[in-house]
């Protein structure tokens, strides 16, 4: 038989969103009459904006014609998305990213869980506590770790810990490590990272010539003006730090996968002999290996959402989203809950009533209200104590939700 990657084995247990998914699925067969709202994984429901859609139809209809056919692509994606990112995202807040530093992808979950190939084995890493699980999961499977313990914690990760005490903000730690995972604004906490927080950050790499893996897919969703949108807003950022980005929540794509992700010329690692090595180079080498490219369709999509009816249409989306938001926040706290986020992200974090675990008041929210939401301990050990509600749902049911919350909590 062949071998297996025994790193898998070391997986405590099964990804976050399948477990809550195998839960509903068994509360639901048990009770079929229940009518279920989930405020749990961040999916969208809005439809894709009309102009999004009119632009993916009209490259469908270039693809029924000679002149109009386009078989395999670029593979870092089409020139005119890149560009239209680059003064869109970026120059538009005063920095310059070169359209060739700039890498169309399928999505930042997929980004972010393979960029970390990039790095020896033995590169020593620090990832927040509570995170997305994507960033952790991948190094375990890499073989960058060894055994959990009871908390879930891998031996051979350096955990930063994002509490109420530390505004969910970690600090760069005292010793040296080689990536650093940041995710503003936050999933799950729905803090936010201004521009000292960041600078912080920055000069911890320049310090130990660290690279920061800098998630900003929750960009668009900022609402405070003095808040960065990018890690390159920071000077000194571009020579140590990789940005994802993603349409999936901005635009409504989370069906329709496409995403990018930044690595500046400038970013370097180190090789065995000790000679610097160019990062964009080797992601280049990646990319153009183990993926065939965005569809035309879908990057003429995403070139629509920079257009100025297109940006209106995205814009009122966000708006909408943060609208479920600020009712998500109000409602909990006026039960008396101790309520974060939720003004500069679509996720809304809770401490958990009543003395009950993470998974405890997902059973007790799934059984008493018919509500589904995020354990917060499926983020990480501080996680524990904690909930997240997702913003993504329409607006009565979210009203409903939180009336049924109401009515199990109050």
């Not at 610097?276 to 490219?293: A, E, P, Q, S």
């Not at 926040?329 to 974060?340: C, K, N, Q, T, Y």
């Amino acid at each position: 038989m062949a071998r297996i990657n025994d790193n898998y084995l070391k997986l405590s247990a099964g990804y976050l969103f399948p477990e809550i998914a195998r839960r509903v699925r068994t509360f639901q067969q048990a009770h079929p009459d229940a009518q279920i709202i989930r405020l749990g994984i961040g999916d969208v429901v809005l439809p894709l904006p009309a102009s999004i859609c009119d632009a993916m139809n009209a490259a469908v209809d270039e693809l029924r014609t000679e002149a109009g056919f386009h078989g395999y692509g670029p593979e870092q994606g089409y020139e005119f998305l890149r560009s239209a990112i680059a003064e869109h995202d970026f120059a538009s807040r005063g920095v310059t990213i070169d359209p060739d530093e700039i890498f169309v992808s399928d999505g930042s979950k997929c980004d972010s869980g393979n960029v970390q190939e990039l790095f020896a084995v033995d590169a020593r890493v620090a990832i927040p506590d509570p995170v997305y699980p994507v960033y952790l999961d991948t190094n375990v499977m890499a073989g960058r770790t060894g055994s959990a313990d009871q908390n879930g914690r891998y031996a051979g990760i350096v955990y930063l810990p994002c509490t109420a005490q530390n505004g969910f903000l970690p600090a760069p730690p005292d010793e040296k490590v080689d990536l650093v995972y940041l995710c503003f604004p936050n999933n799950p906490t729905g803090a936010v990272a201004r521009r000292e927080d960041l600078a912080r950050w920055v000069a911890y790499a320049h310090r130990y010539d660290a690279v920061l893996l800098f998630d900003a897919a929750y960009e668009a969703f900022i609402t405070e003006s003095d808040i960065p949108h990018s890690i390159y807003e920071i000077d000194g950022a571009k020579d140590v730090a990789i940005e994802f980005r993603s349409y999936s929540k901005t635009a409504g794509f989370t069906g329709t996968r496409c995403a990018y992700m930044v690595v500046p010329k400038s970013v370097g690692g180190i090789a065995a002999d000790g000679s610097r090595v160019d990062l964009h180079r080797l992601w280049t080498r990646r990319h153009t290996t183990k993926f065939n490219g965005v569809s035309y369709p879908v990057q003429r999509a995403a070139a629509a959402t920079y257009a100025p009816h297109g940006r209106d249409e995205v814009r009122a989306h966000v708006d909408y989203y943060m609208g479920n938001a600020a009712l998500i926040r109000r409602s909990l706290a006026s039960l008396g809950l101790e309520v974060h986020g939720g003004v500069n992200a679509p996720y809304v974090w809770v401490r958990t009533p009543e003395g009950l675990g993470s998974w405890e008041f997902f059973d007790a929210l799934l059984t008493r209200a018919h509500v589904v939401g995020t354990p917060g301990a499926g983020f990480g050990a501080c996680g524990e104590g904690y909930f997240r509600l997702s913003a993504f749902g329409k607006r009565d049911n979210v009203e409903e939700a939180l009336e049924r919350i109401r009515r199990a909590f109050g």
